[in-house]
């Protein structure tokens, strides 16, 4: 399997050569060049190896078909080693939980985290231990967190050889179960760096560090960000899974409610659809950042501007542009990379919107490719999250709150719903407070975590201070 890039380069590329690589060199974002069929008899055959063999043997068979360039053997081994009953909590490793007949929860959220993001970052880090051992290299990873992408990172990355995380995070902003679950790590590849800001100020500092090309090249500077080709391929076997579990034969559809924000998780299941997994409807849910809801709605891509973006209770769904949305516009528009090229790289720099409406590829959008979406708000997730309590005796988190509210209003007779879990509630305690009046249990794994020596750094917020920081634990 080859890789190309969404805006044209059809430079034939390996999976271990993008693994690695955030952007392609002309700005877009990496692709295989088709999407592997799944025929009915080989569907049922991964139903049997699931079935029979879970979770771990599933995402091998997923992924062998997307990367040719790892021994099968070490392919093997690497899913065994990442998706096992003492990481993810179960052996069932994505359990579905039925809700109301027709409507079920795929938990993904049992990682060493509690989001949904260890799916795919656990994966990612025994995948660069391994490249980088093969190669024999290092490589320092730079990000800006919000919450969870930051702690997947660290948690997947941390006692890794080859690897060094840096992680900026605005100071005293997130979450204090965030706070603690990050900073608690003594790993001495583990770098917390507080910034005295928000999130932007964390975002603007990784772009100008990135920019720095000499700097980039002599400190072997890469990214974990979701648009890293391997995340979201390691996110396409859990809507495999949530679709066996769903279902007892391969004559059914199902539909998936994805909260969503940079799109990736999504996409996997765009991605899952294209392959032939039988998906009737994959919905969009968003928060009050509704960029995506607005494109599905009217065909119109509006960016939002840093004033324009509000912050939220479910804030892991807080964007102003959707970095993995991309993928899909380059699918829509017959892989015309040229377009998608004139559209993200032209006309949206410049603009900060462009509008398909009167395309006809939108306009069977939904038939085509079976999107839909909707929107949820601080009132809805707050009731959403009471009723589901009371009805069910399930606490459920803000983020997966939207999505449940989103998919309500999309459930067809007869085709089950599934609805992703992207994160447990003790993430967002103060929120569920809010909403039922008592905090969230935790699991035991967390107890008295607040109270653990924490290892960060708090700076003022100014890339060459970070830089100066990363060239002395480097050099040390
Ligand atoms: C990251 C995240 C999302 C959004 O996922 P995308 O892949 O960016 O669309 C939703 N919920 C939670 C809890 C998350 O951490």
């Not at 271990?16 to 002309?26: V, Y």
């Not at 052996?91 to 795919?120: C, H």
């Not at 790993?187 to 999130?199: C, L, P, S, T, Y």
Request: aromatic share 10%; net charge negative; with cysteine.
């Amino acid at each position: 399997m080859n890789y190309l890039s969404t805006r044209g380069d059809a430079t034939p590329r390996k999976f271990c050569e993008i693994l690695l690589e955030g952007l392609a060199p002309d700005g877009g974002l990496y692709l295989p060049e088709t999407y592997p069929l799944i025929d009915a008899t080989r569907l049922d055959e991964l139903r049997r190896i699931y079935r029979d063999h879970g979770y771990a043997a599933l995402a091998y068979e997923i992924l062998a078909l997307y990367i040719d360039d790892i021994p099968a053997a070490d392919l093997r081994a690497l899913c065994a080693k990442t998706y096992t009953e003492a990481v993810f909590g179960t052996s069932e490793i994505v359990p579905l939980r039925p809700l109301e007949p027709g409507l079920y929860l795929e938990a993904l959220s049992n990682g060493p985290t509690l989001a949904f993001k260890d799916m795919a970052m656990q994966l990612l880090g025994n995948l660069f231990e391994y490249e980088l051992a093969r190669r024999g290299e290092t490589l320092n990873i730079l990000g800006a967190t919000s919450g969870d992408t930051g702690s997947a990172a660290e948690y997947a990355m941390r006692g890794k050889r080859g690897v060094r995380v840096f992680m900026t995070s605005p100071n005293g902003r997130m979450s204090p179960f965030q706070q603690a679950q990050m900073f608690s790590l003594l790993d001495a590849n583990i770098h917390n760096i507080a910034i005295e800001g928000v999130f932007d100020d964390c975002q603007d500092i990784v772009k100008a560090v990135s920019n720095d090309l000499a700097f980039k090249r002599r400190h072997k500077i890469g990214t974990v960000n979701s648009i890293n080709w391997a995340r979201l391929l390691a996110q396409v076997v859990y809507y495999f899974a949530g679709y066996f579990q769903a279902t007892s034969g391969d004559d059914r559809l199902v539909s998936f409610t994805v909260p969503s924000g940079n799109f990736g998780n999504i996409c996997a299941g765009h991605v899952a659809r294209q392959m032939g997994l039988p998906i009737d409807r994959l919905v969009a849910a968003t928060n009050e950042n509704d960029v995506l809801d607005e494109f599905f709605r009217t065909g119109v891509y509006r960016v939002r501007g840093a004033a324009d973006t509000h912050e939220t209770s479910s804030p892991s769904m807080d964007i102003s542009k959707a970095s993995n949305f991309e993928r899909f516009i380059f699918d829509l528009l017959g892989r015309d990379g040229a377009r998608v090229k004139a559209l993200f790289g032209e006309q949206l720099a410049s603009t900060g919107r462009f509008d398909l409406s009167a395309d006809p590829a939108f306009q069977v959008c939904r038939e085509r490719y079976g999107f839909e979406s909707g929107k949820s708000t601080h009132v809805d997730r707050l009731a959403t999250i009471r009723d589901t309590d009371a009805r069910f005796g399930q606490l459920i988190d803000t983020h997966t709150a939207d999505g449940l509210k989103v998919a309500r209003e999309h459930v067809r007779p007869g085709v089950p719903m599934i609805v992703l879990e992207t994160a447990l509630p003790i993430k967002f305690a103060a929120t569920i407070v809010e909403a039922v009046g008592r905090e969230p249990g935790r699991p035991a794994k967390f107890d008295g975590i607040e109270a653990l020596p924490r290892r960060v750094r708090v700076m003022p917020a100014d890339a060459a201070l970070v830089k100066a920081y990363i060239e002395e634990q480097v050099g040390a």
